[in-house]
């Protein structure tokens, strides 16, 4: 079987996605220590508002790790993909979570029981949120200098109008466009033959 150019990074995207989940488990535990600091406790509210920002939490590290792939495919080097990956997602991912963060300032205005019972949920998802976007900013595109190489480029025979995949897809590739060719009555010409 073939291997593609890029096989040989493959323990590094893993280790990549291990970095995803760090960024995750370090934004939990600075919540949690920040919960700790103004008194809080872990309690059902609080670990609710850390499930609830989990989802989000996840997004944050995505988006930098994916924009740093975008960045190295359209032919730059490691460090100038990170650096301009991390300045095209700053201000989008700033917003993102400003905006989830307002959502909860309106729970800091209750009063009686149930500023007791939400407050702890909302001082979760904003301790947690703002540690996420501040990980993603700096722990991921470091560690993506380091766990990352710069792609190899190698010259690839293009076709008009072809897909171009990597050639461990080609099997695949080759099969999935002789049956949308099939179905399509060959209107669509995806490059089928440059696989062959």
Known sequence: MPHSAHDSDLPRQRALDGDRRDVDSLSILTSIICLSLVGQTLNVMTLTGLALAVGILVDDATVAIENIHRNLQQGK???RAIVDASEQIALPA???TLAICIVFLPIFALSGPAAALFRPLAMAVVFAMLASYF?????????????LRSPRRTPRRRGAGSVVLPPAFSAASTSSVAVTNLLSCGRYSTGAAYWR
């Open 135 to 147: 990980l993603s900013r700096t722990l991921v595109p470091t560690m993506a200098k380091y766990m």
């Open 94 to 96: 700033l917003v993102s």
């Open 77 to 79: 080097d490691l460090l």
